[in-house]
């Protein structure tokens, strides 16, 4: 140590021969008053701060559920075209909270997953699994087109070309009152296994699933 | 044959008399004031010395403004300069416009920028300024990011500078992602869902990060005024205080000279041959 260096003070009271001290002590009275205002004023901080932040990042737990949508009648749906219907996704904004959803009866030739109460009509977002342009049902094609940068699928939504990382999102549907009705949106991996819905861009294939978890805010049903 | 160049030299223009007595050495006693501009000009002086008295800020303008530069000091020096000018113009620019905008995601808002564009008196003009401002204001953190790094500015002492920098070049990027939302019109709309849906490929957080700019799982009610919030409150903000310790830093450290100017070492501090 430099000689020049005051010599630090020992950190018990005892040995600085401070009024009242007793064996083992170190938090002297001034050390004690600084804490306490120091934490006191950390606490008032805190308690303006995380309200206001989790008021922020609140909807990221927050799970909306999209209701039941009546679409039509069973006869208006054929098992090999699509018939588009609107939904509205998000209420309240208008035209920029509806999106199209691409309708089919289920054929058993076409799709084998096992037939239950939620698949009896095939509806397929419009919303492309890339970065969620709208795709378009070509019908001379049979292929759904993305305008953006030109994925392709099949009639079952699976990607023929382009860089989208999965396939199409669907919806589930059922036959509620002798109608036809769309609900919530699932995601499906290329094999068609069914996941909670994810966002555009992000595959499920391999780890993908675990890259890029299911949300609190979507469920699937 | 070598004759020696001159440097051209500019002649006097036309001023008048006064302008071009020397100015009364400070410290010294100002004459009594005679006209009534004198008199007008003698009050500014005294508020100022007031508020100087109290406060030094002179001191803290000229340590600010008045500082040696190297030699070779060129007009790509201006670049820094020219893009704080040009948020300014931005900040000046948005905060009218908040005053007529609606952030109001089921068609108040293309409305209200319909209204700016075509009703308000200058509005088309403030509201252009603001929207191609944006753009000359990324070019011109381009630029400024160019000319230190060509110039080899961001080296010591200054590498927290450009640390800040690139802080302030995202954030303008920021800027740039939510104020495009903010019309609200096809393109706007589109151009949010794509962006936000790059965000979500990042692993593990893109996905929260998602559904933390649209406030949910889809685009809705919240998304626009989120964005406007972000736009017109956060950032700004973040920038203002990030061009701030910029400034300071650049005052502090001194600019650094151009490549090819070579510094003549002191006689006194030169190495001795050996």
Not at chain 2, 175 to 199: H, K
Request: hydrophobic fraction near 40%; charge should be positive.
């Amino acid at each position: 140590m430099a000689p020049t260096r005051r010599q630090t003070k020992s950190k018990y009271t005892v040995d600085r021969g401070m009024p009242g001290a007793f064996e083992g002590e170190t938090v002297t009275r001034r050390r004690f008053m600084t804490g306490t205002a120091h934490g006191a004023g950390m606490l008032m901080a805190a308690g303006i701060t995380l309200p206001a932040l989790a008021f922020a990042i609140g909807p990221i737990f927050k799970n909306v559920t999209l209701g039941w949508q009546t679409i039509g009648y069973p006869d208006d749906f054929p098992n090999n075209d699509y018939v588009p219907v609107v939904i509205t996704t998000s209420p309240g904004i208008g035209e920029a909270g509806k999106s199209t959803v691409y309708v089919r009866a289920r054929d058993p030739q076409v799709d084998k997953t096992p037939p239950n109460q939620y698949n009896r009509w095939v509806a397929i977002t419009s919303r492309c699994s890339h970065l969620g342009c709208s795709v378009l049902w070509v019908d001379a094609a049979e292929r759904f087109i993305c305008p953006c940068h030109g994925s392709v699928f099949d009639l079952e939504g699976v990607r023929v070309s382009g860089p989208a990382p999965r396939p199409l999102d669907r919806f589930y549907t059922r036959l509620f009152d002798g109608y036809v009705q769309v609900g919530p949106r699932y995601s499906v991996n290329s094999e068609l296994r069914i996941f909670s819905p994810r966002d555009p861009g992000e595959p499920l294939d391999g780890i993908g699933q675990y890259l890029y978890p299911s949300r609190p805010s979507v469920r699937k049903l | 044959m070598a004759k020696k160049l001159r440097k051209p030299k500019l002649p006097m223009p036309p001023l008048p008399p006064q302008a071009l007595a020397p100015a009364p050495p400070p410290g010294t006693q100002r004459g009594r004031p005679q006209t009534p501009l004198e008199h007008a000009g003698e009050a500014g002086k005294s508020v100022v010395d007031w508020v100087d008295e109290r406060t030094s800020l002179s001191g803290a303008a000229r340590w600010l403004m008045f500082r040696k530069v190297p030699k070779g000091t060129n007009w790509f020096y201006s670049l820094g300069s020219a893009t704080m000018f040009a948020f300014l113009a931005q900040a000046v620019t948005g905060v009218f416009l908040a005053m007529y905008y609606r952030p109001d995601g089921s068609g108040g808002a293309y409305e209200s920028i319909r209204y700016i564009s075509t009703s308000v008196f200058l509005g088309n003009f403030v509201r252009g300024m603001h929207r191609w401002g944006a753009t000359v204001m990324v070019v011109l953190v381009f630029l400024h990011m160019g000319r230190t790094f060509v110039f080899g500015a961001y080296k010591y002492p200054r590498e927290l500078n450009w640390v800040i920098g690139v802080v302030l070049l995202i954030l303008t990027m920021v800027m740039g992602f939510t104020g495009y939302l903010l019309p609200l019109d096809e393109r706007s709309y589109w151009a949010t869902v794509v962006g936000i849906n790059i965000n979500g490929t990042a692993p593990f957080l893109g996905p929260y990060l998602s559904d933390f700019l649209r406030g949910g799982a889809e685009f809705n009610a919240t998304t626009l005024p989120r964005f406007y919030a972000i736009h017109m409150l956060i950032v700004p903000g973040a920038i203002a205080a990030m061009i701030g310790a910029h400034l300071y830093l650049v005052a502090k450290l001194g600019t650094s000279a151009p490549p090819w100017v070579r510094a003549k070492p002191d006689r006194d501090l030169a190495e001795e041959p050996a």
